[in-house]
């Protein structure tokens, strides 16, 4: 890549600016290349000496920053409060809860030697942490007055797989993870819910991702979990993502720790417990649902930088002290702004403010300050709107606002348009095969029937939707059997 | 502990009030009790199963985040951007640098086994993470455009300590580290004491701790570093605390790595580099420089609640609905503030808010109410202030700025008064016994004097201060040769 010398020829700017999106392989062509180049390109991630694990670099960073920001005020808003549990875990306390032991094991790292010496007892690096926090509130729950507690973390965990993808599946990733503990069966289902919502709520306002809340069937549920509840997101390329999840323990890892307390009746009672997460996986489906040929398109809500100011002839006079004036007015008026003053030319800096997903820029050039005007071009349409400089701080940030709503109906229309009705398992294979998107189909409720699905069609049940009772037909896709459970199906990432 | 029923007598209050303050161990008594007693009573840790690993429980990681976001900040305003790197460094990237895997290496804690498979090479959990920002940096870094680069990353490190403390020294610790990378070694330099500085001004102005300043020895210094510079603060129990490090690696790394860039004139040169972090440790400086034998004393800009309402006889028509009047008043004024109306008696809440160090609280009960006023009592001084509810929110924002100061003065006079000089070794010796405190000496810059002072004293050398270039004397404290150094010893965590 040379950084050429400044160039005000139209034409050039977008032969240059093709040459950049050129590197990109187009998502129709190659849907998965595509994703990875765009991480690379769009300066998310790098890849790391350490098999399996990236490294989070500034623009991939400051999302997840953002994301962190918005859950963190939505979660203490209800009473969430952030803690830090060891990042280890002895094999005997792992082992506790045999479901839970049966789920992780497999897939964890393992520490054996600290400093010169090997370890009495080896360690787990954690894959999740309900076992730290069972117990740690076997010894903090004693009364009902300490209930509820309702705590959260904000951290790395370690799952050795074997396939491995940026932000999507990787050994090591950033997350969450609320640990709750409450008197009653009632108050446990009431927070999984919420928190839930909560995250439903959240990709759908700040991430413009629509997604579907629903029930995990007990094949797809957590390891120790009674009830897995989740919501699923789609992809460009029809795929779902698992997009955040909240879980209802019951009293079975209380059970397991011994975490009980003293009720008002003082007759000792076992406490039940939820847990949920969202990670940077999050990041990957901003990519995979918003993005394009030219790269990265940013909701503006989570956009770290939300408008681009570019300069057009910045060697003239005045040109530079114009777009420093627009930059700062902006950010007067509450917008993520930066200016672009770097030796390259406008066009490469335009592929590169495309590349990136930074949902506005600003060309200011010797031609619109004389007429007191620049140019708005939208990320999200390419549309090109001439305005007065004067007015930019007054309507960019209802501007931002409005692509933030375009960009969810946008997505809300697609992903509808992609949501297909299965009444029997021909009509089911034919949509697997052909319609990339979610499948309707009803389920028997026999767990034979998703395995037979999966193996056939590679489809899963991704969830069986709260909102949606309709009953399309009274027979099981798969098996023909009587069914009334609605499942949403769908290959997954 | 038992929540006993409202209670206006002041008498029985009093009472109540020293019963759970007799909870800690008197620090005159025993200083070190003292401070396990505080970190466990004021609720800011649990101990876990993981042995020398903590829990930081909601009250001790509210100050942890405090201490982040005004960190954070202050690092983006020098152009310092976020990323994350993987926790683990395999083997073969440590081992690149000498000096610092012989520093590091003894005490890492290693993985061998991912998922049920031996590792081929063995990985450790980050003690620190110079090795893989070199290893990205070699690839990042091309030209003199690439530079400075200048990142940061929030992250939980281990070292496999024999002896471990809450806050001070624990296997597993939180904190941030920043790693620059530069064209020139003045480039460097400059970003080391920039860092220093910022370290400084942020433990005077946020935490209230004065700080000495300068430059470790050469036997002090990080494994791997050309220089290492550090904040030093001293503790009630007059031992220093090493409480912030910024170090300059020269283009050691850089060579040990092949970070490598063209400069203007198309040569290759070595890039420079530069590490610096802060750790939980600093809430261990803050329990110890500010807290007292009633529990922490928080300074108002670090503390989580600023101000504590407590009604008095709130079972009484119109207490509640006034303290919480007053709460909103304040929260609308910019206050951090809580209101308890929890079942415990008045007194228990007076000692709960002490013992957590909360600056202000608000007494109001129905007496106060008829008078329309109540009573303000300060943390750091137990002054009691009678003041009109409606000046509330006018003015307790500027009292909580006044004990802000009040706080910083007062350490800054005592941690002054226990600097001592010492012109020979005797009286250096007889301080060591007798004074706790910061020893000024000259030292003749030879590492032989450094090690007797260790085993004769167990003080070690903090630094050599940037500011205080006085000559005491112009012979060495230990040996009596000619010495041009001044170094302030001591005793340290």
Redesign the interface.
């Known amino acids: 890549m040379s950084?050429t010398q400044l160039n005000t020829n139209k034409g050039e700017i977008m032969a240059k600016d093709k040459k950049l999106v050129e590197q990109i392989t187009s998502m129709d062509e190659d849907f998965a290349k595509w994703y990875t180049d765009v991480v690379v390109k769009a300066e998310l991630i790098?890849y790391?000496?350490?098999k399996g694990?990236?490294?989070?670099?500034?623009a991939g960073?400051?999302i997840?920053?953002n994301i962190q920001a918005e859950l963190d005020k939505r979660f203490k808003e209800t009473g969430v409060?952030?803690?830090?549990?060891?990042?280890?875990?002895?094999e005997s306390?792992l082992q506790r809860e045999k479901d839970h032991v049966e789920g992780f094991a497999?897939?964890?790292?393992?520490?054996?030697?600290?400093?010169?010496n090997p370890l009495q007892e080896?360690?787990c690096?954690r894959p999740t942490s309900e076992t730290?926090f069972c117990?740690?509130y076997k010894?903090?729950v004693q009364s009902y007055?300490d209930l509820p507690k309702c705590?959260n973390q904000w951290?790395?965990v370690?799952r050795?797989e074997?396939e491995t993808r940026p932000f999507l599946r990787s050994?090591?990733f950033?997350w969450q993870e609320g640990h709750t503990v409450h008197a009653t069966a009632e108050d446990a289902e009431e927070r999984t819910i919420q928190m839930l919502n909560l995250y439903a709520d959240f990709c759908e306002e700040f991430l413009a991702i629509p997604v579907v809340r629903g029930q995990k069937t007990e094949k797809e549920k957590f390891a120790g979990a009674e009830n897995t509840y989740t919501i699923e997101a789609l992809m460009h390329d029809g795929k779902a993502l698992q997009s955040g999840t909240s879980h209802n323990f019951g009293n079975g890892f209380a059970k397991a720790f011994g975490i009980q307390y003293t009720d008002k009746e003082n007759k000792l009672q076992y406490a039940y417990q939820t847990s949920w997460g969202m990670t940077t996986r999050l990041i990957g489906a901003i990519i995979m649902v918003h993005g394009d040929n030219s790269g990265l398109v940013l909701p503006p809500r989570v956009a770290p930088t939300q408008v681009m100011v570019i300069p057009i002839q910045q060697f003239k006079d005045g040109v530079l002290d114009k777009a420093n004036e627009i930059k700062d007015a902006l950010k007067k008026a509450g917008v993520r702004v930066k200016l672009d003053d770097s030796e390259k030319s406008p066009g490469f800096k335009f592929s590169e403010q495309e590349m990136r997903g930074i949902p506005l820029r600003v060309e200011v050039g010797p031609k619109d300050i004389e007429n007191g005007t620049c140019v708005v071009v939208r990320r999200d349409t390419s549309e090109k709107i001439t305005m007065s400089i004067d007015e930019l701080a007054d309507k960019l940030p209802g501007l931002l606002e409005t692509i933030q709503s375009d960009m969810f109906n946008r997505q809300k229309e697609r992903r509808d348009s992609k949501i297909y009705d299965a009444h029997n398992y021909d009509e089911f294979k034919d949509i697997v095969e052909n319609k990339p998107g979610f499948i309707r189909g009803m389920w028997c409720e026999d767990k034979e029937c998703e395995v037979k699905i999966k193996e056939d069609t590679s489809a899963t049940s991704r969830c069986m939707p709260f909102n949606d009772k309709e009953q399309i037909s009274d027979v099981c896709v798969c098996c023909g059997k009587p069914a009334k459970k609605l499942v949403y199906w769908g290959k997954a990432y």
């Open positions: 950084f790098a790391s000496s350490v694990c990236m490294i989070i670099k500034p960073y400051a997840w920053e409060e952030n803690v830090y549990m060891p990042m280890f875990i002895p306390l497999p897939e964890v790292a393992w520490v054996t030697q600290g400093g010169l080896k360690m690096v730290l117990d740690f010894d903090e007055r705590y951290c790395s370690v050795w074997k050994r090591e950033l």
